[in-house]
């Protein structure tokens, strides 16, 4: 009897405890679920972003960048164009520009930052040891979420940039700070690999291209120095050599036409050259500089038949027009 009754207990508190748990597990499916922490917010807001862009991509560098969308949009007026890329450099070292680049996003357009290594050697960068900023960089890049276009190290092949004619250690650093991005989930970045353009004798580029797994869109830096100058002699040949390498799109990075030069005459060929040979598009130099025949006057302000001419060539590439 005795045995019978702790049996019939046992029994109950068994029933008992079943309905509980499964009422339980019916409250936590039907409750709202908590929302994700914010670094799994961010993390997946950082999708891929399309490497096949649809162009004419213009885009301007001057000064004021990295504060607003301004300069962009007071240049845009003067060509007629809407100006979608904003270019700025910034020193490795330093943070993500989030404001320049979120002001570049709600504008319809995308930054494309340059990271110049100034001080930190190549060398030590691919031996891991800046790999804190990169992995705090990256971060920052991932948590803004939309689209960046990212160079390092640009115009790589020349000797006037202290991280210039190190081809080895280049492809080293360049391959590092890609895998490390990747790493921290900052899948949102387009990789700007930016030569300057050969010249006559590009053969070179090959020793600096990091392999198609590293990058995205191939840049090319260019100017129109000299009344004698056209985009047969400053792009063709560079761009015959990239297209060995890869079929990426190819962006005039950095390009003008300098006063010295004859900007209204020599516009119109390099428009006709982003257009023959199908470039995504180009980013104007917009910079008076004072150390001629290098640096010289390559702003379009002040002289309406370059400005004429720029628009002229620009509605020839179908670029749109400015809002």
Request: positive net charge.
């Amino acid at each position: 009897m005795i045995q019978r009754t702790v049996l019939t207990g046992a029994l109950v508190v068994a029933a008992l405890v079943a309905a509980v748990g499964a009422w339980l597990t019916f409250r936590h499916s039907a409750a709202p679920q908590p929302s994700p922490s914010p670094a799994v917010t961010k993390t997946a807001r950082a999708q891929p972003v399309s490497r096949h862009p649809t162009g004419p991509l213009i885009g301007i560098f001057t000064k004021g960048v990295l504060t607003s969308w301004k300069p962009e949009q007071t240049f845009g007026a003067l060509v007629g164009a809407r100006i979608r890329l904003g270019l700025g450099y910034t020193k490795q070292g330093s943070g993500f520009p989030h404001r320049f680049a979120q002001a570049a996003w709600a504008n319809g357009g995308e930054a494309v930052i340059q990271i110049q290594p100034e001080t930190e050697p190549l060398r030590a960068i691919a031996a891991g040891r800046y790999d804190l900023w990169i992995r705090t960089y990256a971060s920052e890049v991932r948590a803004f979420g939309h689209p960046v276009i990212i160079g390092f190290a640009h115009e790589m092949n020349g000797g006037w940039y202290p991280w210039g004619k190190q081809p080895g250690a280049f492809v080293a650093a360049w391959r590092h700070i890609v895998t490390l991005f990747r790493q921290q989930g900052a899948t949102n970045v387009t990789w700007l690999w930016t030569p300057n353009s050969g010249g006559k004798n590009p053969s070179s580029l090959r020793q600096y291209w990091p392999g198609g797994k590293y990058v995205n869109w191939v840049g090319l830096d260019g100017y129109y120095y000299d009344p004698a100058d056209r985009f047969s002699q400053i792009f063709t040949p560079s761009i015959r050599v990239i297209r060995k390498l890869t079929r990426d799109p190819i962006l005039l990075s950095e390009t003008a036409v300098g006063t010295l030069a004859g900007q209204a005459r020599l516009i119109p060929d390099l428009c006709a050259g982003v257009k023959r040979y199908h470039l995504v598009g180009l980013i104007w130099f917009d910079v008076h500089q004072y150390d001629p025949p290098t640096h010289q006057d390559w702003q379009l302000e002040g002289h309406p038949a370059a400005i004429a001419a720029l628009r002229r060539g620009l509605q020839t590439l179908g670029a749109q027009k400015a809002p």
